[in-house]
């Protein structure tokens, strides 16, 4: 970005219902889904209801270092310990990490479960809570 475009990005105020997570960072939730936004650029969206996705994105924006933990946590309300915790798992298991209700598989089963996770992603499916649960939730919106 030019330095012209960055004056620019820094002057355009929020909508009135956004909340900032930090200096280039901000979400919007609206009818059930959160749009988060980075330098006004689209980044993520997903449904609210959704603690997989929400997750999932409270990661990404720490991981690609575009938000600090403290600022993500405190913006997306988990707790610190919590947040570290699901990071943690998340970089050993990838989002099948992140799923509530698979602490009880042993590595050979998450294994065995994570070519299914894939495929369902890939179809757009993602299962809300267990590799057991065939349900599936709306897939992210498109950015463009």
């Not at 012209?4 to 009818?31: C, G, M």
């Not at 999932?56 to 310990?81: N, P, S, W």
Request: glycine share 4%; aromatic share 10%.
């Amino acid at each position: 970005m030019s330095q012209t475009e960055l004056e620019f990005v820094k002057d355009v105020a929020l909508p009135q219902d956004a909340v900032s997570i930090n200096r280039r960072a901000w979400f919007r939730d609206l009818d059930g889904i959160r749009a988060v936004f980075v330098d006004q650029t689209p980044f993520y969206c997903y449904p609210l209801d959704d603690p997989i996705l929400h997750r999932f994105c409270a990661i990404q924006l720490v991981e690609a270092g575009l938000a600090k933990v403290k600022d993500v946590c405190r913006t997306f309300e988990l707790h610190l310990r919590n947040f570290s915790r699901l990071r943690s798992k998340f970089r050993q298991f990838g989002i099948a990490g992140l799923f509530p209700g698979n602490r009880d598989l042993n590595p050979f089963e998450r294994q065995r479960w994570l070519p299914e996770l894939s495929n369902s992603i890939e179809k757009g499916k993602v299962p809300t809570t267990s590799p057991h649960n065939s349900a599936s939730v709306t897939p992210p919106c498109d950015a463009s």
